[in-house]
């Protein structure tokens, strides 16, 4: 078997979709499964507000990428990518949820089974309020979040159907560098 296929892929959208922008990854997740470029290998999970009930859905995965939001002060909409140590090294409570990806990271690092590439796609929210739609500036960053997403996919499940949009990888979003220089949203 070669290398490439026992490496396992996993998207997995956090958020609670009644609380506005916090159901962005959620959001995205739902473009996502509709989107050809997305290959059949990659699983695609909505864990919502799961916790620490994820740790069984991330286990044996080699690859994770994360969609949620996340807020670090910026501006609403602002989309940020935070990779591997970076995101190790986050403390617990670390986005909108009561129980961080950092918590479920290091339950996982404990049972040793954590992922060997990790990346988390965040928008930073407008609000996480009560209400079942995403916020305007939230809204309208759902593409570039979505376009995002499939350039990292790209990158580990490499396929000529893969394509992140017509030009590339999204514009602004230095998938190598530290998490505030993979900012792009609204100025």
């Given at each position: 078997m070669n290398q490439e296929a026992e490496l396992r892929t996993l998207v997995l959208a956090?958020?609670?979709?009644?609380?506005?922008?916090?159901g962005v990854g959620v959001a995205a997740l739902r473009c996502l499964e509709a989107d050809r470029r997305v290959p059949g290998s990659v699983d695609l999970v909505e864990g919502g507000t799961k916790g620490?009930?994820?740790?069984?859905?991330?286990?044996?995965?080699s690859r994770l990428l994360v969609l949620d939001a996340v807020d670090v002060g910026a501006v609403a909409g602002t989309i940020?990518?935070?990779?591997?140590?970076?995101?190790?090294?986050?403390?617990?409570?670390?986005?909108?949820h009561d129980l961080a990806l950092a918590d479920i990271l290091n339950a996982l690092r404990l049972l040793g089974q954590e992922p060997q590439e990790i990346v988390l796609l965040g928008i930073q929210p407008a609000?996480?309020?009560?209400?079942?739609?995403?916020s305007k500036k939230v809204e309208s960053s759902l593409p570039l979040l979505v376009e995002a997403a499939i350039a990292q996919i790209s990158l580990w499940v490499p396929r000529e159907t893969v394509q992140p949009g017509d030009a590339?990888?999204?514009?602004?979003i230095d998938f190598a560098g530290a998490a505030?220089?993979?900012?792009?949203g609204p100025e």
């Open positions: 956090l958020g609670n979709p009644i609380r506005s922008d916090d620490l009930e994820l740790v069984s859905y991330i286990s044996g995965i940020l990518c935070i990779r591997d140590e970076e995101l190790r090294s986050l403390p617990g409570n670390g986005n909108v609000t996480t309020e009560l209400g079942t739609s995403l590339g990888e999204p514009v602004g505030m220089k993979g900012r792009l």
